[in-house]
């Protein structure tokens, strides 16, 4: 069973900075979505197995990063914060083991979530 242990979230003025972490019981593809209210929830960042290779959504790309140790925790560093990033962010898991990174819909497991809000 994929445990997933999500941390760092918080209120930061637009501009900012916030670090999301994610402690995972082992070794898999691991992505961010966020979903704010009203809105479909977003695929934000994900990265292969190895940490060799990331994707980012458009609206997030040049801001965010996605990063991995060797302790199964990933990373999402998010920098210059605007209003429209405030969200609950997750982080999932896939079992995805390739080059690529993992697609939306390759994901099994889901942390509890953590809020982002970013106040103008």
């Known amino acids: 069973q994929v445990r997933l242990v999500e941390s760092g979230g918080g209120l930061v003025q637009t501009g900012g900075s916030l670090r999301l972490s994610c402690a995972a019981s082992?070794?898999?593809?691991m992505g961010w979505f966020r979903q704010a209210p009203g809105k479909e929830r977003e695929y934000v960042a994900g990265?292969?197995?190895?940490?060799?290779?990331t994707y980012y959504a458009d609206s997030v790309k040049g801001r965010f990063t996605i990063s991995r140790d060797n302790n199964y925790t990933v990373y999402l560093q998010m920098n210059s914060l605007k209003p429209e990033d405030t969200a609950i962010y997750y982080c999932?898991?896939?079992?995805?083991?390739?080059?690529?990174?993992?697609?939306?819909?390759?994901?099994?497991?889901w942390g509890q979530g953590t809020q982002v809000t970013v106040s103008s």
């Open positions: 082992g070794q898999y593809a």
């Open positions: 999932a898991a896939s079992y995805l083991v390739a080059t690529i990174p993992p697609g939306a819909t390759d994901f099994g497991s």
């Open positions: 990265i292969n197995w190895s940490g060799t290779n």
